[in-house]
């Protein structure tokens, strides 16, 4: 089906087995185990032999179903469908880390994401190298025989930071080293990772995916490039699964055991998401577009960071890798975090909450929130400023969230 466009490969995407009452919507399959005609079928799926269900914590087919509809619009050579974002973050790390090993990444990444890499894997003796990750010489200089990944997110969140992933691909390809991207902040109808060089891409399909924020949920995106041969967590493996190692220690080990697979329920809502995620994505980025360049024109607001600006320093490199729509997520400047909770909390169309791409509009303070229990040191080397507020823009139409804006600052 690669004749067909992003939406008709989606729809097109056949169910694991044919329905018995021929159902154009994936049923869901709210059970626990599954029974067996015979005790040599049942050794036989447990083993792995056969693609059947055994028990929902492993697989479960209303999951599989929406894994197979990312697997078939990515392009991927495996999908895996988590509970959270960060679920599919840690499962990715955790198959790949061991201790002595180091991680490089960027100071510039979500509160939580830098929680786990500082606060958890710490004590297991992971250790993280922050680096800046515009500076790919820098990156360069910081890989040694015992990294086992290179992470970073496409657009930093909060900082809007856009980094060079051709060339980080080819540094970290070149060291033999993997390269994972958090894509959340653009979705892979648009960003496609593969082109870029990155091994393995992890999305929060809390946000775009599920459709106004129906469920959380996580996705890892295996696209099977990388020679896993050269990973020392997985080089044992790569002798039997060659490039699908990670694939495989994931599956037989680190997704069973933590037991963070996706519900039913949760995959049923997000399969439907899909369907209407690129359309949703493009209103929301024309709309928050169009509001980044509305707001640069009032004298109160001392900045706006969108990187679909045309003075945006990553503007460039942006169009590049993102087109012409970086996403619907902007923040703005004002002159205090006073002023930033004296305008969110005049703000009538505008909703306070966290979260990224619901139907709906949605503002929050990040030093506050987020970050809200970090030191003032670690929010400074994050660049997360306490006159910073992000905007995640919805499907309200960009008059009324102006005109909003406007009262807000105005009262």
């Excluded at 080819?170 to 991207?181: D, F, G, K, Q, T």
Aim: proline share 4%.
């Amino acid at each position: 089906m690669d004749e067909l466009n992003f939406e008709s490969k989606l729809l097109s995407t056949p169910f694991p087995k044919k329905d018995n009452y021929n159902s154009l919507s994936m049923p869901v399959y709210n059970t626990a185990a599954y029974e067996f005609d015979t005790a040599e079928e049942m050794e036989a799926a447990f083993c792995g032999k056969t693609p059947e269900c055994t028990y929902s914590r492993i697989a479960n087919p209303t999951v599989q179903y929406f894994e197979n509809r990312v697997k078939t619009v990515t392009g991927a050579f495996a999908v895996t469908a988590l509970n959270s974002g960060m679920a599919a973050i840690t499962n990715t790390i955790m198959s790949l880390a061991y201790s002595g090993c180091n991680i490089i990444t960027s100071r510039h990444l979500f509160g939580n994401t830098y929680s786990f890499f500082v606060n958890t894997l710490k004590p297991f003796g992971v250790e993280i190298r922050f680096c800046d990750l515009t500076n790919v010489q820098e990156v360069s200089e910081n890989i040694d025989t015992n990294t086992c990944a290179l992470f970073l997110e496409i657009i930093t969140n909060p900082q809007m930071e856009v980094a060079d992933l051709a060339a980080l691909s080819a540094v970290a390809h070149a060291n033999r080293v993997p390269l994972i991207a958090d894509s959340t902040i653009i979705p892979f109808s648009t960003f496609h990772a593969k082109d870029f060089g990155v091994d393995i891409e992890i999305v929060s399909s809390t946000k775009y995916i599920s459709g106004g924020a129906t469920g959380l949920g996580g996705l890892i995106i295996d696209y099977s490039i990388f020679d896993w041969a050269h990973s020392p967590r997985l080089k044992d493996l790569a002798r039997q699964f060659g490039n699908n190692a990670f694939f495989a220690k994931l599956r037989q080990e680190i997704h069973r055991n933590f037991g963070a697979y996706m519900t039913p329920q949760t995959a049923y809502m997000q399969a439907l998401g899909l369907e209407t995620m690129e359309i949703r994505f493009q209103r929301e980025s024309q709309i928050c577009t169009e509001l980044a360049k509305r707001l640069k024109s009032i004298p109160e607001i001392e900045g706006v960071n969108y990187t679909g600006l045309p003075d945006n320093p990553f503007s460039d490199l942006s169009l590049k890798q993102f087109g012409q729509y970086p996403g619907a997520m902007l923040t703005f400047d004002l002159a205090s975090k006073k002023a930033c909770y004296s305008f969110m909390n005049k703000l009538k169309l505008i909703r306070r909450a966290t979260n990224l791409f619901d139907n709906k509009s949605l503002i929050i303070h990040p030093a506050s929130t987020i970050f809200g229990t970090f030191t003032q040191q670690v929010r400074d080397e994050m660049n997360v400023s306490d006159k910073t507020l992000r905007l995640s823009v919805g499907l309200e139409s960009a008059d009324d969230l102006w005109n909003d804006i406007l009262q807000a600052l105005e009262n």
